[in-house]
């Protein structure tokens, strides 16, 4: 009977001679695990008392803080990260570990993205992108790594559902492992996941529909009529948590947007900690994903928790909707 291919054994298979790569991830992993029991069963938190609000003026429940915590103590348990930027937090952390001085990669860590919906029991995540701080001018100032998404090295997301998964982008492919809890660990599962080229979901909260600009509003108008114009329709699905529509996006097909509205000019998702990560994955996978009229991975990065409207998804689908994007963009 083979060996299950747990996450050390994948990432030695690739001949990974990236030790601090393995390490993080490992640490990481052993984080969401306890994250994924925490949640388990958690219903009776869900009190007012279990939430404050954070640095966004959001409400924050205590398990953001509890997934937080438990990412921060593994990362300087790994000696491989030299600092975080989290959602919860104003500025970068340099993690304090002896061999920090040393440690090759800064994260940026969305440590339980959709926690709103945590008491509805819909499914929550994790969402990280990892920089090689060597591959930057500037090693030791966070801030000048992540300017620009060139150091982005790995990026991932951790999906607390009825299986909890790690779906992992490295290079040049992407992964996805489950939890299999009688070994606690991640076990290969979804090896070289590839988006379908094309599909026929579109997710978007519809609700906004009224702040999108003309552009938008013409693209979700096609998406509604394609049955009346080409015999077939397409089906609307938004869970209001990211993870969960990103996943759903890359496994069938189809677009995922966040626009930009006149409530938020810059959209809702943030740059560092959401919307690049997931582009990295899509773009990994064989999707896209797209900011205004620029590719995400293009953007720069000048505040950490800088805002950025997106869509990403299938190629063909993006392609389509871009078309429709762009004629609301200014003209440059
Ligand atoms: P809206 C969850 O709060 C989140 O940050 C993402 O996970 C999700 O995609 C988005 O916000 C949902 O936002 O405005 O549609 O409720």
Not at 65 to 88: G, K, P, R, Y
Not at 264 to 276: D, I, Q, T
Not at 304 to 321: D, F, I, K
Request: hydrophobic share 40%.
């Amino acid at each position: 009977m083979p060996k299950e291919i747990n996450l050390y054994r994948f990432m030695k298979g690739r001949n990974e001679d990236n030790q601090d790569l393995i390490t993080a991830l490992e640490h990481m992993s052993k984080a969401a695990i306890i994250i994924s029991d925490q949640l388990a069963g958690q219903l009776h938190l869900m009190s007012p008392s279990a939430e404050s609000i954070n640095l966004h003026g959001e409400i924050q429940h205590y398990l953001d803080q509890f997934a937080e915590q438990q990412f921060l103590n593994a990362l300087t348990d790994s000696d491989s990260c030299f600092a975080v930027i989290s959602e919860e937090q104003e500025d970068y952390i340099q993690l304090s570990s002896a061999l920090s001085q040393r440690a090759r990669y800064i994260i940026a860590l969305d440590p339980l993205d959709g926690s709103s919906n945590i008491d509805v029991n819909v499914p929550v995540g994790s969402i990280f992108s990892i920089y090689d701080r060597f591959k930057s001018a500037s090693p030791n100032h966070p801030a000048a790594v992540l300017q620009d998404s060139g150091s982005q090295v790995a990026a991932g997301y951790f999906l607390y559902g009825p299986a909890t998964m790690l779906v992992m982008a490295l290079s040049d492919q992407v992964n996805g492992f489950t939890l299999d809890r009688s070994l606690h660990e991640f076990i290969l599962s979804h090896p070289d996941i590839r988006i379908p080229e094309n599909g026929s979901i579109y997710s978007v909260n519809d609700g906004n529909y009224h702040q999108f600009d003309r552009g938008t509003q013409n693209y979700l108008r096609f998406c509604r009529q394609q049955e009346e114009f080409y015999g077939s329709a397409f089906t609307a699905r938004y869970i209001g948590s990211m993870v969960a529509d990103i996943h759903r996006t890359l496994f069938r097909g189809g677009i995922f947007l966040y626009p930009a509205t006149t409530a938020a000019p810059s959209g809702k998702l943030r740059l560092a900690y959401e919307c690049r990560p997931m582009a990295y994955i899509i773009e990994k996978a064989g999707g896209l994903a797209n900011s205004g009229p620029k590719n995400i991975l293009e953007i720069d990065l000048s505040s950490p928790h800088q805002r950025a409207p997106v869509v990403m998804g299938s190629a063909e689908m993006v392609r389509t909707a871009q078309n429709f994007l762009n004629s609301s963009l200014p003209v440059t």
